[in-house]
């Protein structure tokens, strides 16, 4: 899965402020709309440097974990359902539906459309209904695509003309929205983690996987120091138990 989301060839920098759309990953484009001119603009790597990315071409990521929670792997999978992102997203989630709120009053459409309908429609894990999907829902908006219940959706509250219209603006307010409110954060979230993890600007320039002689020392450290962390963490927990 891996693999198929990050071929080896492409170049993963980890400084890349943007948001690299993962396309190549889309199992099946008829299942949604694509939306070309965001890909094209968004996308020259199609790649979000997360951890995993960043691990195929420098093993000093080998050990290093999600920054956000420190508790698992960070995929794109994670990064958008990470505990320690979630109100980041949200606060994302919000501002894209009040630009796209802000937007719809250009349209003359013959029934108001309520904040409800729109968070239902857009973010459509917001539907009691359907919980379950957030991680898919979140990661194709990453993507680029939307999926056709949302379009859908957008018809049945709009038109066909400015269902289209929106399409295209939910994805540029979502891009925008997640650089500002999640990743800019977690790559703060990354420079702390990777300063008390000890590693340096020359280990983060390296582009292969060659081992240093001293890496089984470093990884060493770094066990050491994620070990710490943890315990911090689980005292911490116990402490609020108390
Ligand atoms: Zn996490």
């Not at 999640?182 to 292969?208: A, F, G, Y």
Request: hydrophobic residues 35%; glycine residues 2%; proline residues 3%.
């Amino acid at each position: 899965m891996a693999d198929r989301m990050a071929p080896s060839s492409a170049h993963v920098n980890e400084g890349q402020s943007v948001i690299e759309l993962l396309h190549s990953n889309i199992t099946s484009s008829l299942l949604f709309n694509i939306i070309q001119p965001v890909l094209m603009s968004f996308s020259s790597n199609n790649l979000l440097p997360t951890v995993d990315n960043l691990r195929k071409r420098n093993d000093i990521y080998d050990d290093v974990p999600c920054p956000a929670c420190r508790d698992h792997e960070e995929t794109l999978n994670h990064l958008v359902i990470c505990t320690g992102l979630e109100q980041a997203f949200l606060t994302a989630e919000k501002e894209t539906i009040d630009k796209i709120r802000k937007y719809l009053k250009r349209f003359k459409c013959k029934k108001s459309v309520t904040i409800n309908e729109l968070y239902i429609s857009i973010f459509e894990y917001r539907d009691p209904a359907f919980p379950e999907l957030k991680q898919r829902n979140r990661q194709e908006l990453l993507r680029g695509l939307i999926s056709h219940t949302i379009v859908k959706k957008l018809r049945k509250l709009t038109s066909k003309r400015i269902a289209s219209l929106l399409s295209l603006k939910i994805i540029k307010y979502f891009h925008e929205a997640f650089r500002k409110h999640v990743w800019k954060p977690r790559c703060k979230m990354m420079n702390e983690l990777k300063e008390s993890l000890h590693i340096t600007h020359q280990d983060k320039c390296k582009t292969s996987r060659t081992h240093k002689e001293d890496a089984e020392t470093q990884r060493d450290h770094y066990r050491h120091t994620l070990t710490a962390f943890r315990e911090q963490k689980a005292s911490k927990y116990n402490e609020g138990l108390r």
